[in-house]
């Protein structure tokens, strides 16, 4: 089952470099904002969308299976519908690498079963929650 208690959340927070899938380039979105905020407080933020070159002075990856650094969380800003394919690849990363053992679904955003089967892999999964709400109501 997803986490959603208060110890598993802040556990999930204790990461240090967390790939956005769907990191955007464009202030005032929350997927610029939320890594934004992320950045501020500590953590390493490698962006992870195909159409930029680089997001929040980080380099920008085409996809997390580019990102060479280890990577503690995946923090996921895609539809709904994409989740299954990216969770399939957070799924092939921790298997090949043993990292990303964390899948962060940010709120508006869930799959079920794609959660489940990663789970059933080993990966903890959020869904519907926004990291920065989340950080600020435990860490804050």
């Excluded at 407080?41 to 159409?51: A, D, E, H, L, Q």
């Excluded at 299976?65 to 399939?88: G, H, W, Y």
């Amino acid at each position: 089952m997803p986490i959603t208690d208060d110890e598993g959340l802040d556990r999930l927070l204790d990461a240090d470099t967390i790939a956005v899938i769907g990191c955007s380039t464009t202030p005032g979105k929350a997927a610029h904002d939320v890594p934004a905020y992320l950045q501020r407080n500590g953590y390493r933020v490698i962006p992870v969308n195909p159409f930029a070159d680089e997001v929040l002075g980080e380099a920008a990856y085409d996809e997390l299976a580019d990102v060479e650094a280890d990577v503690d969380l995946v923090d996921v800003f895609r539809p709904s519908e994409e989740v299954p394919e990216i969770l399939d690849a957070v799924r092939e990363r921790h298997a090949a690498r043993g990292d990303a053992g964390a899948a962060w679904l940010q709120l508006g955003i869930s799959h079920d079963e794609a959660a489940a089967d990663a789970e059933s892999d080993g990966i903890e999964v959020v869904q519907d929650r926004c990291i920065k709400v989340e950080h600020g109501r435990l860490r804050g």
